[in-house]
């Protein structure tokens, strides 16, 4: 059976695959008896390049009608023009590979509705996590299970660089100039560092695992810039470590959705991740805990995970039961819980001149937003007159706690912006 693909983009991910391809021509034609031709690819320039042999178009509606695709694959990234590339292939009849996980945040609803409604296949399963089968797992494998709970380190750059300044004691910049040196980082690092990456994957996630279609946009999220060395060394007292976190967790017709800087209990696999490893948890209603992890991005396993998809896609296409797998987008799944009624108990690190009657306004500020604290650390070490802080809290909402912190920073004694990070010591497995 021959199947042609049009390949949108093809940078270092689309090379990978044209590569990867090929070399496995053989084994494929030999396991599934298919027959993969790649019959053009979209590019901004039409420069071949060692893809020579390959048709290349620069505009969208040429490449769809003079290759007549099976499959396309969408490697081009973002949110436009993919969406509207994806929309046009769609309408022309094509199935859907992506690893966009941009697009699907921005426009999953309406792209799931129309793959549904034209009766093609989407598939996106490299679009998070890299080579894990976090979506696979989610839709085929446990379908007929109810998710309670989703816990991903779905970043490797910012993992690596977590672990970098944990295990080496090196400040944050060092840790990200090291990452950019090795390929872990971008030049601009910003999508990865700020949490917009590790949102976007928790928005798909939303979508596939509760119906939860609220776009990236409207989900406030935090990064890792702030942390320090001392985060890992107070935290560490506490047998716990600091993690970029996307989380998820079902409460009836609500929805938790956090992502951004947490601590978890140094036990917890998710805490054990090392260098640009990704992992998740989910917590199915039968089937209990289920953790899988491995190499979350770069451009080996990211192109054996869109073979993947286009293998699954080449051996259903012709059974209509297969398309039953993505359900109909609803219009009724669990609203998202405001961020400021988000509650957790924290770990705040402040910094303030080291004076009496300091410690007694910051405990006063927390008290009139009914926050209580847990405990409360001052190092015997300084060599200035302002001294670090360190408290934890019993559980409290966002908003209260921001309220506080608002109060902290207009004390005179205050020398810093505070910094704070939930503790999921007590919603993991």
Not at 59 to 66: F, G, K, Q
Not at 110 to 136: D, F, K, M, T
Not at 224 to 248: C, K, M, N, V, Y
């Amino acid at each position: 059976m021959n199947i042609r693909l049009l390949l949108l983009g093809c940078g270092t991910v689309g090379g990978e695959l044209v590569h990867l391809l090929r070399r496995r021509q053989e084994e494929v034609r030999r396991r599934w008896d298919l027959d993969f031709e790649i019959g053009g690819i979209l590019r901004r320039s039409r420069q071949t390049d060692e893809l020579s042999g390959i048709p290349v178009f620069t505009d969208i509606d040429e490449a769809l009608d003079a290759v007549k695709p099976h499959i396309v694959v969408e490697l081009v990234g973002g949110v436009d023009p993919a969406f509207s590339y994806l929309r046009k292939a769609i309408l022309a009849g094509a199935h859907i590979v992506t690893a966009n996980k941009a697009v699907l945040a921005a426009h999953g609803h309406v792209l799931y509705e129309l793959a549904r409604q034209h009766r093609r296949l989407l598939l996106a399963e490299a679009s998070v996590g890299g080579a894990i089968p976090i979506l696979r797992t989610l839709h085929t494998s446990l379908g007929v299970d109810r998710v309670q709970r989703i816990a991903g380190v779905l970043n490797g750059t910012c993992n690596y660089i977590l672990g970098r300044m944990e295990h080496d004691q090196i400040p944050f910049s060092d840790a990200l100039s090291d990452a950019q040196r090795l390929g872990y980082a971008e030049p601009d690092p910003t999508l990865d560092i700020d949490g917009g990456d590790t949102a976007h994957k928790t928005v798909v996630l939303s979508q596939l695992a509760f119906g939860n279609y609220e776009p990236t946009d409207v989900l406030e999220y935090r990064g890792i810039t702030d942390l320090r060395t001392e985060d890992f060394e107070a935290s560490a007292q506490l047998g716990l470590r600091p993690r970029l976190i996307g989380l998820l967790e079902s409460r009836g017709s609500i929805l938790v959705r956090y992502v951004g800087p947490a601590l978890l209990p140094d036990r917890h696999p998710l805490a054990r991740l090392e260098g640009p490893e990704n992992g998740v948890e989910i917590l199915f209603e039968e089937a209990g805990s289920l953790f899988l992890s491995g190499p979350g991005a770069g451009p080996a396993p990211t192109a054996a995970t869109v073979v993947g998809d286009i293998l699954e896609i080449a051996r259903v296409a012709d059974a209509g039961h297969a398309l039953a797998r993505w359900e109909k987008p609803s219009d009724e799944g669990p609203e998202s819980v405001p961020f400021e009624d988000l509650t957790f108990s924290y770990y705040i690190r402040t910094q303030v001149l080291d004076r009496p009657g300091v410690l007694a306004a910051l405990a006063e500020a927390l008290a009139r937003q009914q926050i209580s604290i847990r405990s409360v650390e001052q190092p015997y070490r300084h060599a200035s007159s302002s001294v670090p802080l360190y408290f934890t809290t019993d559980p409290a909402p966002v908003g209260r706690l921001l309220e506080a912190l608002r109060d902290w920073e207009q004390l005179d004694a205050n020398t810093e912006r505070p910094v704070w990070l939930p503790i999921l010591e007590d919603r993991l497995s």
